[in-house]
């Protein structure tokens, strides 16, 4: 996506750590209008499969999968992080370790809201090495739902992420593929830019 990939350059600040920084278009402040344009992008991309949910994880999915919920007129649904294990309800959990935060959390999502008979679009900002959507696929699994596929925006093509969401056999789509890039000068290289 085009329009991405041109704004990722612009405003993306590469960090130390193989971490890239959009906060100010994507994971902090968001450009709503930017929003709209993935979401009508996710909407081509999956054209002619049934979706009637989207699923994210909180916190930085949430405010791209509202967007891409509306596109494809579909409730949103986050799953929550929590670092307890004592967690009451009836919940599906799973669990996932942050890239960025370095920790294991537990991912809840309520069984009230994703079953048997629901067909579920995976939704995150950033696929690194794949341990959240791979928790998000966990809890459509053992809730009973269809995994209809995970689209993310970014895709840090040098991580092993794409690989093992793609060798799952999971219809992945990224809206970007970052294969590389330089701390020190910054630049950003997309995978069809070889
Ligand atoms: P994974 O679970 O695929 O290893 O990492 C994906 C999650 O980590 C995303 O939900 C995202 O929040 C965070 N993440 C991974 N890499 C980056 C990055 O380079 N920049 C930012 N801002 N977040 C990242």
Redesign the pocket.
């Known amino acids: 996506m085009q329009l991405l990939k041109d704004r990722i350059r612009k405003d993306g600040k590469v960090?130390e750590g193989?971490?890239?920084?959009?906060?100010s278009f994507?994971?902090h402040q968001m450009d709503i209008k930017l929003f709209e344009e993935i979401g009508k992008e996710f909407k081509r991309r999956f054209a002619g499969e049934e979706i009637n949910k989207i699923l994210t994880?909180e916190?930085?999915?949430i405010g791209i999968a509202c967007v891409v919920a509306q596109s494809f007129d579909v409730p949103g649904v986050f799953a929550k992080k929590t670092k307890t294990k004592n967690i009451a309800g009836d919940v599906y959990t799973s669990k996932?370790?942050?890239?960025?935060h370095g920790r294991v959390y537990d991912i809840i999502v309520s069984k009230e809201f994703l079953g048997k008979g629901d067909r579920v679009l995976l939704i995150?900002?950033?696929?690194?090495?794949?341990?959240?959507?791979?928790?998000l696929a966990d809890l459509v699994k053992m809730s009973g739902a269809e995994l209809v596929g995970a689209g993310?925006v970014?895709e840090?093509g040098f991580?092993v992420?794409g690989d093992v969401i793609r060798s799952k056999g999971i219809h992945l789509e990224s809206l970007a593929i970052v294969d590389s890039m330089d701390e020190k000068t910054g630049t950003i290289v997309f995978r069809d830019e070889h």
């Not at 193989?18 to 906060?23: A, I, R, T, W």
């Not at 996932?96 to 960025?100: D, G, M």
């Not at 995150?124 to 928790?135: I, P």
């Open positions: 960090k193989n971490v890239l920084k959009v906060d994507l994971n994880i916190a930085s999915g996932v370790e942050s890239y960025t995150d900002d950033f696929l690194a090495n794949g341990k959240a959507l791979e928790g993310v970014i840090k991580q992420g």
